[in-house]
């Protein structure tokens, strides 16, 4: 399954940015699916995602209160609602199955990322 992200962009500290995770023919229903990011010289790190099984979702220390990660089944799409953006968050934000936030629960195919650049 190919997951392709978007919305990314450059924003000031402070700002908002809407992070959209799409796969055509795909169902995320029947798959759990989480964001991850890389930012250059650090490790990938996971940052939220939604455990269907549970009906709950999951966060970061680092992003919990500031991001919302939902789905709309209607439009097969996986959204991350990031405020108060800090420099910190920036990053190559990528979507994955996942059955958690630690690194190696993620699988699958790689998409291409989208760039998240908060400028201080």
């Known amino acids: 399954v190919q997951l392709v992200e978007s919305g990314g962009g450059l924003v000031q500290a402070g700002g908002s940015l809407t992070l959209s995770c799409v796969a055509p023919?795909?169902?995320?229903?029947?798959?759990?699916i989480g964001w991850f990011r890389q930012a250059p010289g650090k490790e990938r790190e996971g940052v939220s995602w939604?455990?269907?099984?549970?009906?709950?979702?999951v966060y970061a220390d680092s992003v919990k209160g500031r991001f919302t990660i939902s789905t709309d089944n209607a439009k097969n799409t996986v959204y991350l609602q990031m405020n108060s953006l800090k420099p910190e968050d920036t990053a190559v934000y990528f979507c994955?199955?996942?059955?958690?936030?630690?690194?190696?629960?993620?699988?699958?195919?790689w998409g291409q990322g989208t760039q998240v650049t908060v400028s201080s």
């Open positions: 994955r199955r996942t059955i958690g936030l630690q690194i190696g629960q993620d699988f699958g195919s």
């Open positions: 023919g795909f169902t995320f229903d029947d798959y759990n």
């Open positions: 939604i455990d269907h099984d549970r009906g709950d979702s």
